[in-house]
Structure formats: C-alpha cells, structure tokens
C-alpha cells in the first residue's frame, strides 16, 4: 500500500510540472550569443577609432620638442662656444619672464671620459652652469635691457640634485626670472631641471650685469 502511494505522489508531482505554462521570453528583448572576450576587445577598440592592427610605430607617435630658438639664434645670444655652449634648442620663450630649453646629454660630451669612465654621468656643475645659461637667454634679450657685454652668472642657492642625469638623457630646463632690479643690475630667478619629466636638478640662481 505504501509503495502504491509514493508512485501516485510521484506521477501526480509530474503531472502538475506538465502542466504547467513554459515561461513566455520577455517582450522586447532579443538575445544574442556572447562574444568571445577577443571579439569584445576588437569591437570596443573600432568604436574608439584604436585599430590594434594598424597602431603606429613607436618612431612615429613621439613627437618632437617645439623649435623657438634654434642653435644658431642661440650663438647669436649667448657668448659661449664649444666645449662650454651647454643650450641646443629653445622650446618655448615668453620676452622677460621665462625660457625652457632643452640639452642633448651624448657620450661625446667631452666631460664623461673622466666624469666617470664606467659610468657616464653628467656633472652637477655643469648642469647648473647649463641652467644658468637659459637664463642668460632671457636676461640678455632687448626686452630685459641686457647684451652680451654686461650679465655674468653671479651665484646659486638652495640647489638640490635629485637624480643622476646619464649619456642618453634629454636634460630640459626652465629657468624663471622672480625679481629683477634693474638700478642695481640684479636679477633673481628660479630654474628646475628634469629628465622624462622627472625633477633631477633645481634651485635660485642670481644674475648680474657687469654695469649695474
């Protein structure tokens, strides 16, 4: 009797699943099959208008620093010459307040056979001295009164060496001028120097004109 009353219950269970409607696909949706994760990736880099297939070449996608002064404009301003012209390009200048320039740190430097002969480092006086001659760019312009004649690199505070500048490196400077006493010929100014974007070199520089 038992037995014959657990097989009923069992039919009857599946009797009522039979019975019951399937569920109806919601209305206004439509289904799709799922893209593969490659797929997915491909499609969302085309809408973005990023082709992985055709990305430019690493030669191709660095720009290059801005020319404002080339290296001949800079011979015209400032007096030094090799081995001691330590500016190779102005990339941006604004008359009486600030310039930004760039130098090409090679292994033909003529410092690095001894600074030092296994490990090529730019000295630290030299980047300063480097520094020091973007501001003469800005100090002996017309727009400041200066000429080559009177403004000579006077002394610095407050610097600081962050990082080892090496053959390679790309050495950019910005030298700001902060106070400039023209009845004195005194003139104040702050400079930063970095690699890949990277302080290595900072601190106030004091500049001064010869007839001051």
Same mark, same amino acid.
């Given at each position: 009797?038992?037995?014959?009353?657990?097989?009923?219950?069992?039919?009857?269970?599946?009797?009522?699943?039979?019975?019951?409607?399937? *569920?109806?696909?919601?209305?206004?949706?439509?289904?799709?099959?799922? *893209? *593969?994760?490659?797929?997915?990736?491909?499609?969302?880099?085309? *809408?973005?208008?990023?082709?992985?297939?055709?990305?430019?070449?690493? !030669?191709?996608?660095?720009?290059?620093?801005?020319?404002?002064?080339?290296?001949?404009?800079?011979?015209?301003?400032?007096?030094?010459?090799?081995?001691?012209?330590?500016?190779?390009?102005?990339?941006?200048?604004?008359?009486?307040?600030?310039?930004?320039?760039?130098?090409?740190?090679?292994?033909?430097?003529?410092?690095?056979?001894?600074?030092?002969?296994?490990?090529?480092?730019?000295?630290?006086?030299?980047?300063?001295?480097?520094?020091?001659?973007?501001?003469?760019?800005?100090?002996?312009?017309?727009?400041?009164?200066?000429?080559?004649?009177? %403004?000579?690199?006077?002394?610095?505070? /407050?610097?600081?060496?962050?990082?080892?500048?090496?053959?390679?490196?790309?050495?950019?400077?910005?030298?700001?001028?902060? /106070?400039?006493?023209?009845? %004195?010929?005194?003139?104040?100014? !702050?400079? /930063?120097?970095?690699?890949?974007?990277?302080?290595?070199? !900072?601190? !106030?520089?004091?500049?001064?004109?010869?007839?001051?």
């Amino acid at each position: 009797m038992e037995t014959a009353a657990a097989a009923a219950v069992s039919v009857s269970r599946s009797a009522c699943r039979a019975a019951l409607p399937s *569920a109806a696909p919601r209305q206004g949706r439509v289904a799709f099959p799922r *893209a *593969a994760p490659r797929q997915r990736l491909v499609a969302r880099r085309a *809408a973005a208008g990023d082709n992985a297939e055709e990305e430019l070449p690493i !030669e191709k996608r660095i720009a290059a620093y801005p020319t404002v002064m080339d290296i001949n404009q800079i011979r015209e301003i400032l007096p030094h010459r090799f081995p001691f012209l330590l500016v190779d390009r102005v990339i941006e200048y604004k008359a009486g307040e600030y310039a930004v320039a760039i130098k090409n740190v090679t292994i033909n430097d003529n410092f690095f056979p001894g600074h030092f002969p296994e490990r090529p480092i730019m000295p630290g006086v030299l980047m300063v001295e480097a520094m020091a001659q973007v501001g003469g760019i800005v100090m002996l312009q017309p727009e400041v009164g200066g000429s080559q004649d009177n %403004f000579f690199f006077a002394g610095v505070d /407050k610097v600081r060496f962050r990082k080892p500048v090496i053959a390679g490196d790309t050495l950019v400077m910005r030298m700001t001028l902060t /106070k400039y006493q023209k009845r %004195f010929g005194l003139a104040k100014m !702050e400079g /930063k120097a970095y690699v890949g974007g990277d302080v290595v070199c !900072e601190g !106030e520089f004091l500049l001064i004109s010869a007839t001051g």
